[in-house]
């Protein structure tokens, strides 16, 4: 079992490396985007940047934690190096739907200004909602998408309730 372990890790590895590389680049975009008339911002520890280098340097330690309780003989090490590579990489997953959530928010805020789209469904529904709202609506066409899972999956995106 301890083999089968070890040649995972290279796999948890390239995500690790990859992810790391995606979550520092959403920080610099997330720090660079404009947040509304000030002139200068302020540089700390909490800015984003910052906030995301500590935390991708935090991901590595605990990855050479693990690795090291992974190539330990005893079961407690072993148990140890399991649960610090899962819960890391858990940690990962949520940080990189975080940092998106937090840029689409950002991107929305600002678009929301230039127009305002209410997406319904097809052409019909949507003309007879506009018809019975005092504000009109544009009219937003989207190509279907062809596999099923991505289909179902942006439906339940894209649905508002």
């Known amino acids: 079992m301890n083999e089968t372990l070890l040649l995972l890790l290279p796999v948890v590895g390239v995500f690790a490396v990859g992810g790391s590389i995606a979550l520092l680049v959403l920080g610099k975009m997330i720090d660079r985007f404009p947040a509304g008339d000030e002139s200068k911002r302020e540089r700390c520890l909490s ?3 910052e906030s995301t280098k500590i935390s991708v340097v935090l991901f590595w330690v605990l990855f050479i934690v693990g690795i090291w309780g992974l190539l330990q003989e005893t079961r407690f090490g072993l148990i140890l190096g399991i649960t610090t590579i899962f819960a890391i990489c858990l940690f990962m997953f949520t940080a990189l739907g975080f940092s998106f ?4 928010t950002m991107r929305a805020r600002r678009n929301k200004a230039e127009i305002s789209v209410m ?3 097809t052409a019909d529904e949507i ?9 009109p609506t544009a009219v937003v066409k989207r190509k279907r998408q062809e596999n099923f899972l991505t289909g179902i999956m942006m439906d339940t995106m ?3 309730d």
């Open 158 to 160: 894209l649905k508002k």
């Open 127 to 135: 003309i007879t909602i506009s018809q019975a709202a005092s504000e």
């Open 47 to 49: 800015s984003p940047i």
């Open 119 to 121: 997406q319904v469904g």
């Open 101 to 104: 959530a937090v840029l689409s």
